[in-house]
């Protein structure tokens, strides 16, 4: 099976989205801090406006993607994209979408779930290809094109 690697707000990527620097976060500090800051696990990328937003679940051989709002706080993704680092595809979060505390979407890609009847916390992005399915990077950006975070599969 192939190593899962989690990048978090490193630098600059292929995709051309801005740099995200990372702050030490004080654990007494409050969350409402504008700064993006790296939560005590490392695990995702923490800002105001975002939540705990993170993908949680990735195969680019099935044409899925999931991310979780692990926070308790709504978010909304209208205007974000996830962004497939090999082959370039990007996809474009509708405006009115919103990712409560504690929930998950899903978003399909592939014409082997072309005919799939979504759900509520399911997205269709094409029928066509979108990943790489011998290995691949999708990462997830808010709608100023800051990276929030990426997972290579």
């Known amino acids: ?23 030490s976060v004080d654990k007494d500090a409050s969350r409402s801090q504008s700064t993006p800051t790296i939560d005590d696990s490392n695990k995702f990328l923490e800002r105001s406006s975002a939540g705990k937003v993170r993908i949680t679940s990735f195969s680019p051989q099935h044409g899925l993607i999931s991310i979780t709002n692990e926070g308790s706080t709504d978010v909304s993704l209208g205007g974000w994209r996830i962004a497939a680092e090999k082959t370039g595809k990007q996809f474009k979060m509708p405006q009115r979408q919103e990712l409560k505390g504690g929930q998950m979407v899903t978003v399909w890609s592939g014409k082997e779930h072309k005919d799939r009847e979504m759900g509520p916390n399911e997205l269709w992005w094409t029928h066509h290809t979108v990943f790489n399915p011998k290995g691949e990077t999708a990462t997830l950006l808010d709608d100023t094109g800051k990276k929030i975070d990426s997972y290579t599969e």
Request: charged share 35%.
């Open 1 to 23: 099976t192939p190593s899962k690697k989690r990048k978090i707000g490193e630098g600059r990527s292929s995709l051309g989205d801005s740099a995200v620097t990372t702050d």
